[in-house]
């Protein structure tokens, strides 16, 4: 078992940042590709980035390309978003998920080939 748990939500102005972190306990944290989605009210879960465990492939959703950006530290088991320029619609509960196995692009986006979630952390922007 691996346990998630979020933190670094809030709220923020349109334009603004935030950095959220994932910290990670139970099974060997670098034996996990991470993952990082977001859900809205009334929308289905979206990717928004993903990093391999060593930290050598890294993948994000069209939307916040060239804004967030996903890193991890796998000597403190933690995968850390930095979000800049936020935007309204960046508003969401966003959830940091552990997926083991093989580093594809197609399973990274995948929410289903993911084996562990954490409890997700509300990310507010206002206009």
């Known amino acids: 078992q691996v346990q998630l748990v979020e933190s670094g939500g809030g709220l923020v102005q349109a334009g603004g940042s935030l950095r959220l972190s994932c910290a990670a306990s139970g099974r060997t944290f670098s034996n996990y590709h991470m993952g990082w989605f977001r859900q809205a009210p009334g929308k289905e879960r979206e990717f928004v980035t993903y990093v391999s465990w060593s930290g050598a492939n890294t993948y994000y959703g069209d939307s916040v390309k060239g804004r967030f950006t996903i890193s991890r530290d796998n000597a403190k088991n933690t995968v850390y978003l930095q979000m800049n320029s936020l935007k309204p619609e960046d508003t969401a509960v966003y959830y940091c998920?552990?997926?083991?196995?093989?580093?594809?692009?197609?399973?990274?986006?995948?929410?289903?080939?993911?084996?562990?979630w954490g409890q997700g952390t509300q990310v507010t922007v206002s206009s």
């Open positions: 998920a552990a997926q083991s196995g093989r580093a594809t692009m197609m399973r990274a986006l995948n929410r289903y080939a993911y084996d562990y």
